[in-house]
Each structure stands twice: as structure tokens, then as C-alpha cells.
């Protein structure tokens, strides 16, 4: 897999979005993370086929979550300022959810 095929996303949690650690890990975080903002939003116009999500945990840290595989924009559910990709759970990298801890940038999409 080549790097430009993977986006990878750092969640925090926050009142108005993931709550807790339960929404990140549980059923919570797709539809969360499959829709987008269209103006001022880090994924790229054609985002990457595979979606790998973390969560903050302490200081700069991330705890690997899991990966999702982007089967594109569904047009059909775009508005002026949000768009939605078919997200899909993929098994890829299965075997490091909630065991990969890495130290991440400022930025929450690198």
C-alpha cells in the first residue's frame, strides 16, 4: 500500500462531537467520521481509499482505533457545506487497534 492510499485522522473527544472514548471505539465513530466538512476541510477533494482513525489520549499521543475503506462521496447526501463518503470497516491494520500509540503532529488529519 502506498502512503498517498492512506488519510490518517486523529480524534478528540469534544461536547459536540465524539463525547467519549465508548463513541470513538463503538458505532458512534462512522458515522462521525464519514461525514465532512466541504469548506476548510483537511481531506483532499478525492480523499485516499484506505481512512485510518486514532484517538487523542495524553499530551501529542494517538491510540490506533481502526481503519475504514472509502468507497468514495455520496453524492446523493451532499449539502452546501458538508459532504459524506461510504465508509466501510475494513480489517486492515485489525491487528493494532487500541495496541498502536504513536506521537502525533498538531494537526488532526496528516
Known amino acids: 500500500m502506498a502512503p498517498e492510499d492512506v488519510?490518517?485522522?486523529?480524534?478528540?473527544?469534544?461536547?459536540?462531537?465524539?463525547?467519549?472514548?465508548?463513541?470513538?471505539?463503538?458505532?458512534?465513530?462512522l458515522p462521525y467520521v464519514r461525514e465532512q466538512g466541504i469548506r476548510n476541510s483537511k481531506p483532499p477533494a478525492a480523499p485516499p481509499r484506505i481512512w485510518l482513525n486514532f484517538l487523542a489520549t495524553t499530551g501529542r499521543r494517538a491510540r490506533f482505533i481502526t481503519a475504514h475503506e472509502n468507497h468514495g462521496e455520496v453524492l446523493a447526501e451532499r449539502t452546501d457545506d458538508r459532504r459524506f463518503f461510504d465508509l466501510r470497516p475494513t480489517p486492515e491494520f485489525a491487528a493494532l487497534a487500541d495496541r498502536l500509540v504513536i506521537e502525533w503532529t498538531k494537526d488532526t488529519v496528516n
Open 7 to 29: 488519510q490518517v485522522i486523529r480524534h478528540t473527544l469534544k461536547p459536540d462531537g465524539l463525547k467519549t472514548r465508548a463513541d470513538a471505539i463503538g458505532p458512534n465513530l
